[in-house]
């Protein structure tokens, strides 16, 4: 970890409130993210990791402001001699100006793209909007990017339809890349694809991160992707993180129960090391309202009375390396 | 397990017809599935491998779609000359199916218990009581908690992974002789397909069910499937026991699908991918239908398809390749 990071989030937390009956009173809030801080050095991978509804997307999407955070801060440092801002107290048009360094690539390349705007159309708003590039200059930036991410240049032309999902992923990686920003949030952008056309994808996103000197924030819930792209990883668990470490300090000495009995749930493909899983019983707690001791007490096939009083401290296991859990 | 096979495909051919043409979804599958067995069928979107599934229950929409050749044969008789009536006498009672989306498979208007009692009534005649009761014995054995209240729940007051359990209650209400697994985990987290795979794994130990799973995850396969069948453009390209193809795929497409896998254990070298990706079924290439992307095709796979050989006697993998001796220094 650097000492200046490109990114550094703390404190984290956005509630989506509910509301009930004819006055639309505010009966409680959805604590989809509730308190996570972590760093993002440059030119570095983290995955942000865990289960449905654990709130990884909502992080994500939360520092590009695409929700308003309900409190926190994040530290935007894009050279490590300038000064940082944090994304969260600038106003929106200063967001607007700032997007051109942080991008994002969705999941479902289908429901990302607009299906009566061409490629071109797609990847050049950007660079229109941005005031970038225009005509002539424009189509050839298009036709770079396009061929830049394994698509032939002639296709430009063409609508969404008319691609395969491994392309229009591609498509929405050109997009992502034609403003030449420093950190792209990856949400789930290869968990879509068939296994062959993954590799391909995969690969393509470490030749850019070496090109362009990117930083991703890769959200997944593959473990098996997540340990081969990552250079440092977060666990998070019902809207906390509850371990981050290196991909090495996780994949070889995970300390939270959670984190473990998450690791011995991945099938392995060889049938002669039939996995032996930790048994996880019951499901994760409510959002709305989480216990108030650790969330994971209740399926954690270690816990004791007090996990279910107080929510555990993050601890420091070894350098770069912390867990929250009592029983360290 | 005996040497006759509970479930046996040849040369099944399911086509789709359209005004752009003909897609060639299923063109001559052959695999069959031994009885207490699992057979993994993978593949990757477009294969054919679900249509195989939907051939099997006679489920295929026609038209647009018609089974064009080939047989299938359950416990020695073909399901292709069985009339409509004797297909519904099958289907949910001797060959049951679960799918990858199981909000969409449960109807949302009736409960949990009403979709499992149907079936019993339906396929046992039991009486409103003794299929109550059978509802409730049936949660209980899929691990489901509190039984006797969730029987009387709808389907969006539980998790997916309730979810998908309730549908293999549905499934092994009358105790199926096979179980048509159609990406049954797919949807779900890793630690909830762990708990998934394990529940259909004891209940095939309990019964002595055969499964039909049928996923794009080689690691899934790994873990609960003796036999393997990898299928690529609607044909079946290898069929090997689990740990023979685990340990040495034969074909080209087997190869490079192993190889673009992210390994968990080993070193993190650059992924090794397969160029292009699967053609659409109304536009397969000629001969072998991997020779486009395949690393040693030859001029003899631009026009002839190969057909499944087996490369030694003594086990029953088969392969088509035409050319196992490149396909081996790959």
């Known amino acids: 970890m650097s000492p200046n990071p490109l990114l550094e989030v703390t404190g984290l937390k956005k509630y989506f409130p509910i509301h009930k ?145 491994g392309q229009r992923q591609r498509i929405g990686i050109a997009r992502a890349l034609a403003l030449n920003p420093k950190l792209i949030v990856c949400d789930e952008a290869v968990s879509a694809l068939d296994v062959s056309i993954q590799a391909q994808v995969i690969n393509l996103l470490k030749d850019l991160q070496e090109e362009y000197s990117l930083s991703y924030l890769f959200i997944a819930h593959d473990l098996s992707v997540v340990k081969y792209i990552s250079d440092r990883v977060a666990v998070m668990y019902l809207g906390r993180i509850v371990e981050i470490g290196t991909t ?53 096939p270690v816990a004791e009375a007090r996990c279910r009083d107080s929510y555990p401290e993050m601890r420091q296991l070894e350098s770069g390396h912390t867990a929250a859990c009592h029983l360290l | ?106 109807n949302p208007v009736y409960t949990v218990g009403d979709q499992i009692i149907e079936t019993v009534r339906l396929h046992r005649g039991l009486d409103k009581a003794a299929a109550h009761a059978h509802a409730i014995r049936m949660l209980e054995k899929v691990g489901i908690p509190s039984p006797t209240t969730r029987v009387d729940e709808y389907p969006h007051q539980l998790s997916g992974g309730m979810r998908q359990r309730v549908m293999i209650a549905i499934a092994m209400s009358c105790d199926p002789s096979l179980l048509i697994a159609d990406e049954p985990t797919t949807a779900l987290d890793v630690t909830i397909q762990a708990q998934i795979l394990d529940l259909i794994r004891d209940l095939q130990n309990e019964t002595g069910m055969s499964v039909l799973l049928i996923t794009h995850d080689l690691a899934v396969v790994a873990e609960v499937a003796h036999h393997v069948a990898v299928m690529y453009a609607g044909c079946v390209v290898e069929y090997a026991s689990a740990e023979e193809l685990y340990e040495k795929p034969l074909h080209p497409y087997s190869i490079g699908l192993f190889k673009s896998l992210p390994d968990l254990a080993g070193p993190n070298e650059r992924l090794v991918t397969i160029p292009g990706m699967v053609p659409p079924a109304t536009r397969f290439p000629s001969g072998c239908r991997f020779h486009p992307r395949c690393p040693i095709a030859t001029d003899l796979c631009k026009t002839e398809q190969p057909k499944l050989v087996a490369p030694d006697s003594a086990s029953g993998r088969v392969v088509a390749c035409h050319h196992l001796d490149e396909a081996s220094k790959l």
Not at chain 1, 152 to 161: D, F, I, Q, T
Not at chain 2, 18 to 28: C, F, H, Q, R
């Open chain 1, 21 to 165: 009956g004819i006055l639309s009173r505010h009966v409680g809030d959805v604590k989809a993210v509730d308190g996570v801080n972590f760093t993002l050095g440059q030119e570095e991978t983290l995955s942000l990791v865990g289960e449905s509804g654990c709130g990884k997307t909502t992080c994500g999407r939360t520092l590009l402001r695409l929700y308003e955070p309900t409190a926190g801060s994040a530290l935007w440092r894009p050279a490590p001699e300038e000064p940082a801002v944090d994304l969260f107290s600038i106003s929106e048009s200063e967001m607007r100006g700032l997007r051109r360094d942080l991008q994002i690539i969705f999941q479902d390349p289908y429901g990302s793209l607009n299906p009566r705007v061409t490629v071109s159309g797609a990847i050049g708003e950007a660079l229109r909007v941005h005031g970038v590039a225009s005509g002539s200059e424009l189509d050839d930036r298009v036709e770079a990017l396009l061929e830049r991410v394994g698509l032939r240049a002639e296709v430009s032309n063409r609508y969404p339809h008319e691609f395969s999902g």
């Open chain 2, 1 to 106: 397990m005996t040497d006759e096979p509970l479930l046996e495909i040849t040369d099944l051919a399911t086509y789709f017809y359209s005004d752009e043409g003909t897609a060639k979804a299923v063109d001559g599958v052959s695999y069959k599935i031994l009885p207490g067995e699992t057979l993994g069928v993978v593949g990757e979107s477009g294969s054919g491998k679900s249509v195989t599934a939907l051939s099997i229950m006679q489920l295929i929409p026609q038209p647009p779609g018609k089974i064009v050749g080939g047989d299938i044969r359950f416990k020695g008789e073909s399901l292709l000359t069985k009339s409509p009536e004797e297909m519904r006498k099958i289907r949910g009672n001797e060959i049951a199916m679960i799918f990858q989306e199981p909000m969409t498979a449960l």
């Open chain 1, 248 to 300: 090495e300090q996780i994949f070889t000495s995970a300390a939270h129960p959670y984190t473990k009995a998450l690791l011995s749930a991945i099938p392995i493909p060889d049938p002669k090391r039939r996995s032996k899983h930790i048994p996880l019983t019951g499901d994760v707690p409510s959002p709305i309202n989480p216990p108030k001791g650790c969330h994971f007490a209740a399926r954690c």
